[in-house]
């Protein structure tokens, strides 16, 4: 590609002004443009812009894949459905194939982001809005520079997360000696882009000072993320040439990064802060309608659109199950907790848990009745919260990808590191995240720990809280060198589970349920108002119960398996085990797809893969 080569932005059809958090810039189609063309007009840029932005959406994109596929499985979710090496399940199970079909589109959309930020980055500095138009202008163009570098980031904080060491370019295509490119150690390329990230943060704006909230990338937009990715550079990752997990020796200065970038967040409270109601984070991402005035909500990725390209199958393919008869029709169901998840939770305090988990599903009446113990979904994602219905797969949900509670966890753990032991704000920033998720019980929360090793057990615990079926958690214990012993925790908390010992003495083998009205509120309100044989939710869940697979004669209600849909089989069995086919120092990283190793001859397979 020549300077002039044609620069098709793809994203140009569809994207139309429209309400609130859904809003993208106007942009012109349809729009083939020069090159030179387009960053000699801030209208061109902008659109050049937004085209980059759609690279983050979609089938392939936080839409879909790289949100509900990527990052399973933890000690949170796992992706339903028996393992297949070539496809999503593969995945789940980390013995996922090079030729896994569910790999190389995303693969290719990530480096097709970067190709597109790499051309911003190159034109914008050269054109004349840039050197010499307005104040207004070069304000703008400023500002979609530090999106680009931004954008860039992301798509190569995705691609070394999942892959490891990648071939990486930051210029365009075009301007390669030579197109075939070898690995880049994936500490090289981090500190390229916190590099980068340093210089966006002084080129886009605070929130307040922008007119694309939540959708277009703010100042702590870029502060956020490059905490997030220092706490990646300083923590563990699987290196290609000792083979191990391991993390360098200079970690500390990556946390003091991430501490200094989430302190200088925190000391702009009006831009951000927590929403005191947490389900309502959640439900904002499903409709046009705020309820986050505090904007906990920092960056999101914007769907609309009704299609596979500039949209997201988030609560058809994930979230709570809903019947296909239903009035809402139907979706969800694609992700299952894992049992014991249900029971990290405070039973009474936590509001986070019925917001997280549905342990119902919608039937063909439109009312809601109990799931198995196996079948209970990701509860932040939900068709019936959309006014979408009928057949339609995609249903215009945000996904989240930065928010508040993100920035007080990651400086909590930041500073009990870099001190030795947690400050008195770092305790401040745990106990804020804890008093939102027990609001109206702050008699229960936890105590705080004042010690280095009690205080990081804490911040681990409460990740897992706060963040399920967010995309954070395997990552987070990637990063931690956890996710081997977590897989390990994880599996004797199962056994002791299916056979009701330990903490599980009282968990009932069988529940007994009745379809109960639906009415779509609050989700404390739609769990307390379960029908259960016995009782309360918050009793039943708890007690031995009859401990049998038939529901009381006569009685109109239906059985089903509680603790008792946890087998041997769902534990370690070949087809359906629980992250059956890790292998520590190998899966910690996808194989790099068949297609992409097949195209380039200098790119090596990711070790423990053929």
Known sequence: MRKRTLYTILAAAGMLTVASCKKYLTVDSPSTVL???????????????????????????????????????????????DYNADDRRGISCYGASPANTDLPNCFNQLFKGIERANNCIKYIPLSKPYNSGSENDKKLMRKMLGEALTLRAQFYYEAVRNWGDLPAHFVPAADLADPYLPRTNQDTILDRILADLATAEDLVPWRSESPDQNIRITKATVKGLRARIALARGGYALR?????????????????????????????PAEHSLNPVYENLFKTLHSAARMDNEHELIFEVGAFGGNASSDSKLGYYNGMRHNASSKYGGGGGGINAIPTYFYEFDSIGDVRRDVTLNCFEIDADSKKIA??????????????????????????????ILRFADVLLMYAEADNEINGAPSALA????????????????????????????????????????????????????????????????????????????????????IYTKAAEYKVRTSAEEMATMDLYGGAPSKVFFEPGLGTSSAPSGSGYTSKAWRASVTEDYITGDRKGYVRYFEPNKKELFPIPLDAMNSNYKLEQNFGYK
Not at 381 to 394: L, V
Not at 439 to 445: L, M, Q, T, V
């Open 35 to 81: 090159l030179d063309d387009t960053f000699n007009s801030v209208s061109n840029t902008n659109s050049a812009i937004v085209g980059t932005y759609a690279m983050l959406i979609g089938d392939n994109g936080y839409g879909s894949r790289i949100a509900t596929l990527f990052p399973q499985s933890a000690d949170d979710f796992r992706t339903s459905g």
């Open 240 to 268: 290609t040439s000792s083979k191990m997990m391991e993390r360098g020796s200079d970690y500390k200065k990556y946390y003091q990064i991430a501490m200094d970038e989430c302190k200088d967040i925190m000391d702009h």
């Open 371 to 400: 799931t198995t113990g196996a079948a209970m979904t990701d509860g932040k994602f939900r068709r019936s919260w959309t006014s979408i219905i009928g057949t339609a797969q995609n249903l215009a949900v945000n996904w989240p």
């Open 427 to 510: 305790q401040e920033a745990l106990l804020r995240v804890r008093k939102r998720a027990y609001a109206g019980h702050e008699d229960r929360i936890p105590a705080i720990p004042q010690d280095k090793e009690g205080f990081f057990k804490a911040i681990v615990q409460e990740r897992l809280l706060e963040f399920g079926g967010e995309g954070i958690r395997k990552y987070d214990l990637i990063r931690w060198n956890l996710i081997a012993t977590k897989f390990a925790e994880t599996k004797d908390k199962l056994r002791e589970f299916m056979n009701g010992t330990g903490r599980y003495a009282n968990v009932p083998a069988y």
